[in-house]
């Protein structure tokens, strides 16, 4: 009996023995540090607070800034800074995800914000300043939760050039496969563009040039000279796809139009609405939308345009429409028709289509990356994709995928005035024909894109409403829309040119 306890004894000390073993080795085994997010520059540890937010990794700024270089202000509020890096200027709002790099807006994954007791940016922004300004690589490894900071390689890049003189300007166009790391440096009668951490591979035959405002132009590897014809001015602004560096060149007008009746002459200088350029959607073989009883939107914008035209007039201001007859014009022209008349406004004319039976009422667009919602981006999809003018191949959400263009420094002040042209028009139509209120809205449209001054699109009805088809095709009804829109143009050019002693009422 007792050799048989003995046995099961050592039996069930065989079982848990192992167990026990187990259990003592667990608990002698230290807990597997947690893997803390890291900044390594030049081989280094930087010391830079990060957060995993759920959008993606959020940088300390200010730590940044003291190790890769460059100034970091902050406004009186504490909501707005400016980061300085060679010379250049990138400003940040605290909670927007709209960001001004240089002369270029840039829109990021995920807005700047307070946090740590630091200002955190997004992986992007540093992409797009210190990268594209500076010539940093910025490499976030998510396994190691790691960011690893280095310097790229200087790169060779080959520039085409392309000059172009219409109606009295110069077009100047230098093209590049990636997008440079440059300056522009203005001097008297010249203009250079520098290469900063790169080099151009200038075109095997050196470029002739012969135009009457520009005299030259000289590519080398570190820079390209334009030579300016006495008394010529030049704009820059950028094209996306492929990165195209822009100048418009032209002799300085003092011609102003003539003012209207009980009016006094303007100084040449001051600011005002001299010239406005009115754009009947589609037309030739782009119809547009189509109504019920076969009416086409094309013919009734036309009509429109047409018919604002002395209105506007009347304001004294010169009135330049992109079309006069029914012919196809392509997006990019009719903007490009609108920088060489240096308008003050660009006013593209639409009617609206919905699968909506009961759709009605009014809308007015101006310029941006994003569409406000998803029914503006289909019908921005829409408008950019039957359009004529795409390069061979491309589609409609390829058109839709912009950047915001600025002409120079001040294209956010064309961004914020398009916005507020927009509600004086949105405004008067609502109150003049009772219309229903759509609203304000922001939308990518290619016709918007790359215009020099306020610019907006109005949708002035939906044609595919029985009722308003009938509207639109009414002479008096069209007077109606055509006088509110005129008293918009007439309340922003007296905005505009009100005297800046006085202070000016914000439009309602």
Request: no cysteine.
């Amino acid at each position: 009996m007792k050799d048989r306890r003995f046995l099961g004894l050592l039996a069930l000390a065989s079982l848990l023995l192992p167990m026990f073993v187990t259990a003592q080795a667990q608990r002698a085994e230290p807990p597997a540090a947690t893997r803390q997010p890291s900044i390594v520059f030049a081989g280094s540890l930087l010391p830079a607070p990060i957060v995993l937010a759920p959008a993606g990794p959020l940088f300390g700024l200010p730590a940044l800034v003291n190790n890769l270089g460059g100034t970091l202000e902050a406004d009186e509020t504490g909501e707005s800074f400016t980061l300085t890096i060679e010379g250049k200027e990138v400003v940040i709002g605290a909670g927007s995800a709209i960001v001004t790099v240089g002369d270029n807006l840039a829109s990021l994954s995920q807005p700047p914000t307070r946090g740590e007791g630091t200002l955190l940016v997004p992986l992007d922004f540093l992409q797009k300043s210190y990268g594209d300004l500076a010539g940093f690589a910025f490499d976030w490894r998510p396994g190691t939760q790691q960011l690893v900071i280095s310097r790229r390689v200087a790169r060779e890049i080959p520039v085409l050039l392309d000059v172009v003189n219409l109606q009295g300007m110069t077009t100047l166009v230098l093209q590049f496969p990636e997008v440079p790391r440059y300056q522009v440096v203005r001097q008297t009668g010249q203009i250079d563009v520098r290469m900063q951490g790169d080099r151009l591979a200038p075109p095997p035959t050196p470029p002739a040039v012969r135009d009457p405002l520009v005299q030259g132009v000289t590519i080398t590897p570190e820079q390209v000279r334009i030579q300016l014809a006495t008394g010529a001015q030049a704009s820059n602004y950028v094209l996306e796809n492929p990165f195209r560096l822009v100048f418009d060149v032209h002799l300085p007008s003092h011609a102003t139009a003539p003012p209207a009746a009980g009016t006094v002459a303007r100084p040449p200088d001051r600011p005002g609405i001299r010239t406005v350029v009115v754009d009947p959607g589609h037309g030739g073989s782009e119809s547009g939308a189509v109504g019920p009883s076969g009416v086409l939107e094309k013919d009734l914008t036309l009509a429109l345009g047409r018919e604002l035209k002395p209105r506007l007039e009347a304001l004294g201001v010169r009135v330049v429409l992109t079309r006069t007859e029914d012919e196809t014009l392509p997006l990019d022209t009719r903007t490009a028709l609108a920088n060489q008349n240096k308008a003050d406004l660009f006013i593209s004319l639409h009617l609206n289509s919905s699968l909506a039976p009961g759709a009605q009422g009014a809308e007015t667009y101006f310029l941006s990356a994003e569409a406000s919602d998803a029914a503006t981006a289909r019908l921005a999809e829409a408008e950019n994709a039957t359009a004529p003018g795409l390069p061979e191949g491309a589609s409609g959400a390829e058109a839709q995928d912009l950047e915001l263009i600025l002409w120079d420094l001040a294209q956010t002040h064309h961004l914020l005035e398009s916005q507020r042209f927009a509600a004086m028009i949105q405004g008067e139509l609502n109150q003049a024909l009772q219309l229903r209120d759509r609203g304000v809205k922001q939308a990518p449209f290619r016709v918007l894109n790359g215009a020099a001054m306020p610019a907006v699109l109005v949708e002035l009805g939906f044609i595919n409403n029985p009722e308003e088809e009938k509207s639109l095709q009414d002479a008096s009804y069209r007077a109606g829309l055509v006088a509110a829109l005129a008293r918009a143009v007439g309340r922003y050019k007296a905005l505009v040119e009100a005297p800046t002693e006085r202070p000016v009422p914000t439009p309602p």
